[in-house]
């Protein structure tokens, strides 16, 4: 019976059905065959290989859990700024995601790999392809975060912000974090700091303050720093911190 169930498109089932589903992909079956295909694909990012930088398989895991554990049962979109090859952004899916949307500066092989992602999805009837990648966009030039186009204009969605963005210019992770504070459906955001003394953002409570400035600007409640992940990068193994803060 959950068999046929993923092969309709999950916006025609009941809520009571989608949540029983997003139960039975949730890290299995989706999760799985995503990353092998990502990884088959090239399009898993180490750091030294030019395209990017992914957590590990394990680290993407904790990752999505704690996101799925932080927004709870409610209906959420997963955004990555930076997204890469659209990794995390096609897993979110697996992990309790309604869509999932990114945007990347670069488009070196990265939109490629995404589009063929997209295909799995549809191929195998796992989900109605409710992900959106955007490719040469640069954080800085946006006006709004990112949405995907299958949530309807006024869809008041709850939204959950990734980025692994100590790479990014302190501009235009200012200007990220502005975007954030200023969204009142941003309920979580999880990120990288900025690396070393001289950044502005090497710390959870500057990036906390650059929010909440953004938040109080705009009379949206404030965010909290509520946990911190170590994670290790695919490839290099390296051992990073990504900073967990939630919306009062
Ligand atoms: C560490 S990688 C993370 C990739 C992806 N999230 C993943 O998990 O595989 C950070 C990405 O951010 C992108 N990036 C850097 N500055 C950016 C900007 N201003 N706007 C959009 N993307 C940017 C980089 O090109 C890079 O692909």
Not at 2 to 31: D, K, V
Not at 36 to 43: E, S, T
Not at 73 to 96: H, K, Q
Not at 132 to 147: A, E, F, Q, R
Request: charged share 20%; glycine share 10%.
């Amino acid at each position: 019976m959950w068999y046929r169930c993923l092969r309709m498109n999950l916006h025609q089932a009941p809520a009571s059905l989608t949540c029983h589903l997003t139960t039975i992909l949730r890290g299995r079956l989706c999760f799985k065959d995503l990353w092998a295909y990502f990884a088959k694909l090239g399009g898993l990012g180490d750091c030294s290989s030019g395209m990017s930088g992914t957590c590990s398989k394990a680290s993407a895991v904790l990752v999505l859990e704690t996101v799925q554990k932080e927004m709870g049962r409610d209906d959420y979109e997963f955004i990555d700024i930076g997204a890469g090859s659209g990794v995390m952004v096609a897993l979110s899916l697996c992990y309790g995601a309604s869509s999932a949307v990114g945007i990347e500066l670069k488009n070196e092989g990265q939109e490629s790999v995404y589009l063929k992602s997209r295909e799995l999805f549809i191929r195998n009837g796992i989900v109605d392809p409710r992900m959106l990648v955007s490719y040469g966009v640069d954080v800085s030039s946006t006006s709004t975060l990112p949405s995907n186009l299958y949530c309807e204009q006024g869809c008041e969605r709850k939204r959950a912000v990734y980025s692994f963005c100590d790479g990014f210019a302190e501009v235009d992770r200012s200007h990220m974090f502005s975007l954030i504070g200023r969204d009142r459906q941003v309920k979580l955001f999880i990120c990288s700091l900025g690396k070393g003394r001289g950044d502005k953002f090497s710390t959870p409570q500057a990036v906390e303050r650059s929010i909440n400035n953004a938040a109080a600007s705009t009379q949206n409640e404030p965010f909290i720093a509520c946990a911190k992940l170590v994670v290790r990068m695919f490839g290099s193994g390296a051992q990073k911190t990504v900073h967990v803060l939630r919306r009062l």
